[in-house]
């Protein structure tokens, strides 16, 4: 078993800390500006990373975050648990209920807004590969389904935390929305792990309708049969371990397991991190207050990590491309805009409540950045696009 040197573990605990320091700060200072706290964060890694301290302190930026040490390995690590832990919060949002509830409207505003975005995201980058840097011909249709997924999906963490600002979460349009957001993010997130075994993310021997197969059979099981095994182990949970720390270390031993199957398959762990999220949040026997705590420990901690470490990796000066990020906001804005706004109209919304119901269901935020990340790792889109999907995500939230 490999060791870490002391050096590495003297510049791990700092990365930590700079990290988290810097996270917090401009998280304060986002707020104070009306703005989600992710944007913030996201500044603080900008400000530590190559885009400002690498180029004005070469020196101080690699002292800092050395390449190719133990240090290094290990805060990926960091990262990638974190991830896989954003993934599992985003799931306790979904409210299985709140779907059923919504009925037609809500499956009208979801299936416009999956449809149209998608083929708009799907045919400019199809048509248009070059303008987006992918001169490969046999990737392009690869890349076109990874914008077209992009496109489609929303991040529902960001909307329930503005309308509960905005106290509209429990209105009829509050509840239009997140119904809709939940449906897009279900089939979105499907959809986005099967790309990944399309380009052979790890995924072994395994065929790919095998790994199709089991990730469609793992996600039914998990809100069926699953959610109905979780109602019987919480109450135990509960009762005979300590409380909150026996819910939490369980539901977190389940997201880890979860992730751990998926991405034996083939899928991205967020996917079985996910959906566990999704079966677990929707038990009676999970309170509001265990879910507030879940939420505490792991958006303080672990989402500043991630969020701070989008800014590490590349340097968004050199990196912008203003005609591509115009280009990637326009298809953006509108698809989802006239996609979920036509649904909510054919639902039978007045075209003013549709257009706020587009308008909501057009945030992007946490989970486009984490679909970005994940392309970037697998050399799915450049360092351009994903600096344009990046920004693309903080305008829409």
Known sequence: MGKLS????????????????????????????????????????????????????????????????????????????????????????????VVVQQGRQALTTSVFGLIIPFSIGFAFPYFFSEFFGINDAESRWIFALFMGTAMAITALPVIVRILMDLNMFRSKIGLLVVASAMVDDLVGWLIFSVILGLIGKESG????????????????????????????LLPWVNKKLAWPGGVLSISLALCFLAGAFTEYIGIHAIFGAFIMGVALGDSEHFSERAKE?????????????????????????????????????????????????????????????????????????????????????????????????VIMALITS
Not at 207 to 226: D, K, R
Not at 356 to 378: C, P, Q, S
Request: charged share 10%.
């Open 293 to 389: 705590i879940v939420h505490q420990f792991i958006n303080n901690i672990f989402a500043p990590l991630f969020f701070v470490s989008i800014g590490l990796r590349v340097n968004f000066i050199t990196n912008f491309d203003l005609l591509l990020t115009l280009a990637i906001l326009a298809i953006a804005f509108t698809g989802k805009i006239i996609g979920s706004g036509l649904g909510a109209r054919i639902g039978g919304f007045s075209w003013k409540e549709s257009l706020a119901a587009g308008f909501g269901m057009n945030a992007r935020g946490a989970m486009e950045i984490i679909l970005g990340l994940i392309a970037l790792e697998n050399n799915l889109i450049n360092e351009k696009v994903f600096v344009s999907l």
């Open 6 to 97: 002391h050096a590495d573990v003297v510049h791990l605990l700092i990365q930590l800390s700079a990290m988290l320091v810097m996270g917090r700060i401009f998280a304060e200072l986002a707020r104070k500006i009306k703005q989600p706290a992710v944007i913030g964060e996201i500044i603080a890694g900008i400000i530590l990373g190559p885009t400002v301290l690498g180029m004005l302190q070469p020196g101080w930026f690699e002292a800092l975050f050395p390449p190719d040490s133990g240090s290094a390995i290990v805060l990926t690590g960091f990262v990638q648990v974190a991830v896989v832990m954003l993934l599992f919060i985003a799931g306790l949002e979904v409210d299985l209920h």
């Open 205 to 232: 021997s395994m065929p790919l309708i095998n790994t199709i197969i089991l990730t469609i059979g793992y996600a039914v099981f998990m809100i069926t049969i699953g959610r109905g095994l979780l109602n019987r």
